[in-house]
């Protein structure tokens, strides 16, 4: 999303645990040292942006998970905070709609080692539902390391049809990037997969 974002002109700050990891350099790029878990750190690095893209991860899937939907509720107090509303992040594709009335985390088909991630990230939905942001979720299935195609389907709330149950790193970033600006999708869940 940093090489995207400054393809498209824009000015980005970086924030992360391990900035170190990222090897772009770019006059129209800052490298910060944070932690989403600190809301000072937090805040300092919000002040006089547009957009924030958040893509908070985590490695182990088992146990409680709450990183998310805490380092996500300091990102909001932060924004509140300066001023800034809009805000881009990425939850896997359990808390898009499955029908009218269920989530597709709440079906009896959907993987039981990936409800307690789903259920952060559906504290997230939920947290950012409730705000005054300008907010889109995107929320993809497998991601993989694929190409940049720009070549995939979206649907808000649901995941898209005659679709495959994957898409590139680089496609999520692709769309995020393009939708920060074109804001087509503002206050939903957005399902993104490669055409079938």
Request: proline share 4%; charged share 20%; aromatic share 8%.
């Amino acid at each position: 999303m940093v090489e995207y974002s400054l393809e498209l002109g824009h000015e980005v700050t970086a924030f992360a645990r391990n900035i170190q990891a990222l090897k772009i350099d770019h006059p129209s790029l800052s490298k910060v040292h944070g932690d989403v878990l600190y809301p000072a750190l937090v805040e300092s690095a919000v002040e006089g942006h547009d957009v924030v893209l958040s893509v908070i991860g985590i490695r182990q899937f088992s146990g409680p998970i709450t990183l998310l939907s805490k380092g996500m509720a300091n990102i909001v107090g932060a924004m509140q905070a300066k001023g800034v509303k809009r805000l881009l992040t990425i939850t896997g594709a359990g808390i898009l709609q499955e029908d009218e009335h269920y989530l597709i985390m709440e079906s009896l088909s959907f993987p039981p080692n990936l409800q307690n991630i789903s259920l952060d990230h559906k504290r997230v939905f939920e947290s950012l539902r409730d705000s005054a942001l300008d907010w889109t979720i995107v929320s993809p299935s497998f991601m993989h390391n694929g190409e940049r195609t720009g070549e995939y389907l979206t649907e808000a709330d649901y995941y898209p049809k005659k679709s495959q149950n994957q898409i590139s790193v680089q496609d999520v970033a692709d769309f995020i990037t393009r939708e920060m600006s074109e804001n087509k999708f503002c206050a939903r869940r957005v399902g993104i997969a490669h055409p079938v």
